[in-house]
Nanobody, 128 residues
Framework: QVTVRESGGGSVQAGGSLKLSCVLS????????VGWFRQAPGKEREGVAL????????YYSDAVRGRFTVSKENAKNTVSLQMNNLKPEDTSRYFC?????????????????????WGQGTQVTVSS
């Protein structure tokens, strides 16, 4: 079993930055897909960013492209999401998820159900 732990959420003014971290309990393999998703009350879960860690393949939703950066950190089994120029509409609970050995595809941003391992989420609140 793979456990997932997110951290780094908080409250920030519009235009500010936050960095989220996702720590995995097992070694990340080159073909593993690690995804960031978010869900606000009353709204559907949406994909934010994906990274295929071994080959630097990555994908972003249109809403965050150019502002967010997903990367594998030098620390073991850690994937980060750097969020810059935050907007009030970014307010949500952010989740990290892992799909082992299956590669990343852009379509995975819209199909969160295929990710079997999830963290509990971390709250991000952006005020105007």
């Amino acid at each position: 079993q793979v456990t997932v732990r997110e951290s780094g959420g908080g409250s920030v003014q519009a235009g500010g930055s936050l960095k989220l971290s996702c720590v995995l309990s097992t070694i990340v393999q080159p073909t593993d897909c690690v995804g960031w998703f978010r869900q606000a009350p009353g709204k559907e879960r949406e994909g934010v960013a994906l990274i295929e860690v071994g080959y630097t393949d990555y994908y972003y939703s249109d809403a965050v492209r150019g502002r967010f950066t997903v990367s594998k950190e030098n620390a073991k089994n850690t994937v980060s999401l750097q969020m810059n120029n935050l907007k009030p509409e970014d307010t949500s609970r952010y989740f990290c998820a892992v799909r082992g050995g299956g590669h990343c595809y852009n379509d995975h941003l819209r199909d969160w159900s295929i990710f079997p391992y999830w963290g509990q989420g971390t709250q991000v609140t952006v005020s105007s």
